[in-house]
């Protein structure tokens, strides 16, 4: 993504990754209910990774990597009070747990640590969502766009 982009072309790469955020989401949600939890942190990286990009994008930032992902969200956003800490700190821990459960030997998450993920992601999303160029009423809010299952 080094290269510039035009208006145009900027907010489309804005809407597709924010569509993809979404779809990544609902991927989490099918690797949870089919117990495949390792997946399932992974989808929740990306889909959390791909609403970062996206805001990045609407500021004219092209991160080349994931770790830059981070370290300009962190710069451009968290420590400027433009996003919460927590924000931060969530996208930290999805980035540590899919790289552990995509890279390290014998690293097993669970139903219990995806239970308490998945509401991170949609939290880390959201106000991402909200800032983005995109009209809002093109999206639905996150929890209407993958129905929670009754237990």
Do not use: W
């Not at 994931?66 to 996003?83: A, Q």
Request: aromatic share 12%.
């Amino acid at each position: 993504m080094k290269e510039i982009l035009d208006e145009e072309s900027k907010n489309a790469l804005i809407n597709y990754r924010i569509q993809r955020a979404y779809e990544t989401l609902k991927e989490a949600q099918v690797m949870m209910r089919e117990s495949f939890y390792n997946a399932a942190v992974n989808r929740l990286y990306y889909a959390c990774y791909y609403a970062a990009v996206s805001l990045l994008l609407k500021y004219d930032h092209q991160p080349q990597t994931h770790n830059g992902v981070k370290t300009m969200l962190g710069l451009h956003f968290i420590s400027t009070g433009k996003l919460p800490i927590k924000i931060g700190k969530i996208f930290s821990t999805l980035f540590e747990k899919r790289h552990s459960g995509d890279y390290d030997d014998f690293v097993y998450c669970d139903k219990e640590m995806l239970d308490n993920l998945y509401p991170q992601a949609e939290l880390f999303i959201q106000p991402i969502i909200e800032r983005r160029i995109v009209p809002k009423e093109n999206y639905p809010p996150i929890n209407a766009v993958i129905p929670q299952e009754a237990n």
